[in-house]
């Protein structure tokens, strides 16, 4: 059973950095499409970003492109999501996924969430 931890959530300012990483176990990244979805309160959880299992082809969200970043590092079976340039409506708890497949058919696996606030 693959299973999916995210840390490094907190409080930054507006303009500033935050990274988010996401720890598998039970799975291989490399195998695995992963993706970052968020959700803000009141709000459907949306996908931010997502890296293809096989060519690691990326998929951002118009709303954090050029500014977001999702890698993966095999050997550490971890994905990471660098945000930069924050803004307050990025504030949301950020979901690391998992697919088995290219998640056109949805994802198999979720992690708990951790939780992103930018102040203005």
């Known amino acids: 059973q693959v299973q999916l931890v995210e840390s490094g959530g907190g409080l930054v300012q507006a303009g500033g950095s935050l990274r988010v990483s996401c720890a598998v176990s039970?799975?291989?990244?490399?195998?695995?499409?992963m993706a970052w979805f968020r959700q803000a309160p009141g709000k459907e959880r949306d996908i931010v970003a997502s890296?293809?299992?096989?060519?690691?082809?990326?998929y951002y969200a118009d709303s954090v492109k050029g500014r977001f970043t999702i890698s993966r590092e095999n050997a550490k079976n971890t994905v990471w999501l660098q945000m930069n340039s924050l803004k307050p409506e990025d504030t949301a708890v950020y979901y690391c996924?998992?697919?088995?497949?290219?998640?056109?058919?949805?994802?198999?696996?979720w992690g708990q969430g951790t939780q992103v606030t930018i102040s203005s």
């Open positions: 996924a998992a697919a088995k497949s290219s998640g056109a058919r949805g994802y198999d696996y």
């Open positions: 039970g799975g291989t990244v490399s195998r695995l499409t």
């Open positions: 890296i293809l299992w096989i060519g690691g082809n990326t």
